[in-house]
């Protein structure tokens, strides 16, 4: 079946640097699925942060960007300079038929400190 | 904007107990999805339903029952609580040929005496 694989664990970043959490997939049908990156921040619930369904396009939201890449199956979160703000657990996910849902990550938690 | 509210909040069971976890959208979606998340391994779909009175299974359904009899709701029943089982439950929605964007609900974690 489908797999997502992301960074593990916890991640910890000083204010004002850059982040990456790195994400490959593995999708079983021959066409290309849609890639999503969700956040949830403490005590809120899950939320779309970006999505992107055409390969080699790049989605971007409150300062994050991820790329679509199809030949590295990739697509790796990026942040050029992380706030406090940006600490939560961020998931990666993927979907190939728009009834069964997604396929999540294992989620990557982001603390951010000053 | 709508919203996911899934009750209740916290759920303790005793072992071998048949529990239901309910969960209500207001956004007039079609498609709602029940997923389990345990420490350590990210979100796994239970069960779906594209439409009212329609029942998908998804990885884990083993052990859960769900009901659609509304457009506006799913629940979802453990069958039997295991002795320690600890996991959040979480429901979400999505309109059709959206790219399967899914709104989440906040939750709803369960413990099992």
């Known amino acids: 079946g489908d797999s997502v694989t992301q960074t593990e664990g916890q991640v910890t970043v000083s204010e004002s640097k850059s982040l990456i959490i790195n994400c490959t997939y593995s999708?079983?049908?021959?066409?290309?699925?849609?890639l999503f990156w969700y956040v949830r921040y403490p005590g809120e619930g899950l939320q779309l942060l970006l999505k992107?369904?055409?390969?080699?396009q790049k989605g971007s939201s409150r300062g994050f960007e991820a790329t679509y890449n199809k030949e590295a199956t990739s697509f790796h979160l990026q942040k050029a300079s992380v706030q406090e703000s940006d600490s939560a657990v961020y998931y990666c996910?993927?979907?190939?038929?728009?009834?069964?849902?997604?396929?999540f990550g294992l989620g990557t938690r982001v603390s951010v400190f000053p | 904007g709508g919203i996911i509210t899934q009750t209740p909040k916290f759920l303790i069971g005793q072992e071998g107990q048949k529990l239901t976890l309910k969960c209500q959208q207001n956004?007039?979606?079609?498609?709602m999805y029940w997923y389990r998340q345990d420490s350590g391994k990210g979100l796994r779909l239970i069960y779906y339903?594209?439409?009212?009175?329609?029942?998908q299974k998804g990885d884990l359904s083993e052990g859960y029952d769900a009901s659609r009899e509304k457009k506006s709701s799913f629940s979802l029943t453990v069958t039997s609580a295991q002795k320690n089982e600890m996991a959040v439950f979480l429901c979400?929605?999505?309109?059709?040929?959206?790219?399967?964007?899914?709104?989440f609900g906040a939750g709803t974690r369960l413990s099992v005496l």
């Open positions: 339903s594209i439409t009212e009175n329609d029942l």
């Open positions: 956004f007039n979606h079609d498609t």
């Open positions: 999708a079983t049908s021959i066409g290309y699925p849609n």
């Open positions: 979400a929605s999505s309109i059709p040929f959206s790219q399967n964007t899914l709104y």
């Open positions: 996910a993927l979907s190939e038929n728009y009834a069964q849902g997604l396929t």
């Open positions: 992107v369904i055409t390969a080699g």
